[in-house]
């Protein structure tokens, strides 16, 4: 009955009964899992994970995914810095990237959410431009305390106008719910390029950066306690370096002030199923990384 919720959701999430929380776990954040995959069917598509096509399911890892590292159930609260107060500087936002264009990126950093968002739908600085339906900014709870960066708009998106809407963000919206969180309740989403790259295909480092001023004044406006990047493009859009996302679970990076944690793109974790347990982990651990700043706040 005490985990009823809780199965419910990780089963929407492609779950259950993957996970099952040991005795006193119901916190979830910093427990060991005991894991069993299941073989339903994974919705497989391309890059951003929108096609409906299904795929077999891919083979079942003989081994159970190993308990959370202890380490990281100890990230010393010293490593979480608390969320800037008063105004962000403008200035901060293009001094980290430059993307070639320093006066742009000054004007973007001064804008107002109205005018970004206009801004961004009106953009036409680089080839992301030439073949999107619409820029999709971003969606959620400006003032809220999660914000979550996702890789760029997939053929939904393009469509809609939102921000993972389409099968990835079906499977994001799953993984909200299992760390007690919704889109647009202390939420916001944003993605690393707001044009849909063509066939869905990779954002390129350039159109990365060139697209980074809306992504930092974004961010300034929010002021997030934590940023989640999902996938290696949103890696590199926040902390301006190439990472591998297996390599760098558990840790926290920081994008100034603002603590940053990694975790797979949703879309990879469609084709990847086994790997849900581990972005299940990455969750909880920025859920702890919150409770602790708040208990110690
Ligand atoms: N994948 C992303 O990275 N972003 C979206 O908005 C949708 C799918």
Redo the contacts with the bound molecule.
């Keep these: 009955m005490r985990y009823a919720r809780r199965d419910a959701v990780l089963r929407e999430m492609g779950l259950a009964p993957v996970w099952r929380l040991r005795a006193g776990g119901e916190d979830g954040a910093a427990e060991a899992i005991d894991v069993m995959p299941e073989s339903a069917p994974v919705a497989a598509g391309p890059d951003?994970?929108?096609a409906q096509a299904s795929l077999p399911a891919p083979p079942l890892p003989t081994e159970p995914v190993p308990e959370m590292r202890s380490a990281r159930a100890a990230i010393p609260v010293r490593d979480l810095i608390p969320r800037p107060s008063g105004a962000a500087s403008p200035a901060a936002a293009s001094e980290r990237r430059d993307d070639g264009d320093p006066a742009r990126a000054g004007r973007i950093a001064r804008m107002d959410w109205d005018e970004l968002e206009n801004d961004i739908r009106a953009c036409g600085a680089c080839r992301l431009c030439e073949k999107r339906r619409q820029a999709?900014p971003g969606v959620g709870d400006r003032r809220a305390e999660w914000m979550f960066v996702?890789?760029?708009?997939?053929s939904e998106?393009d469509q809609r106008g939102e921000?993972?809407?389409?099968a990835?963000?079906k499977l994001l919206d799953a993984m909200l719910a299992a760390i007690g969180l919704k889109r647009g309740e202390n939420v916001y989403i944003a993605?690393a390029v707001k044009c849909r790259p063509p066939h869905n295909r990779t954002p390129q480092a350039d159109e990365i950066a060139t697209c980074h001023p809306y992504l930092a004044r974004q961010i300034e406006l929010v002021r997030p306690r934590v940023l989640i990047a999902?996938?290696r493009p949103?890696a590199l859009a926040l902390l301006d370096a190439e990472i591998s996302i297996g390599a760098s679970r558990g840790r926290v990076f920081h994008r100034g002030d603002t603590p940053v944690v990694v975790t797979y793109?949703?879309?990879y974790l469609l084709r990847n199923q086994a790997d849900k347990a581990k972005a299940w982990e990455d969750l909880c651990f920025a859920r702890r990384l919150m409770r602790e700043f708040a208990e110690r706040a």
């Design positions: 951003r994970g929108n999709v996702g890789e760029g708009p997939g998106e921000p993972f809407v389409g990835a963000g993605n999902l996938g949103a793109h949703p879309a």
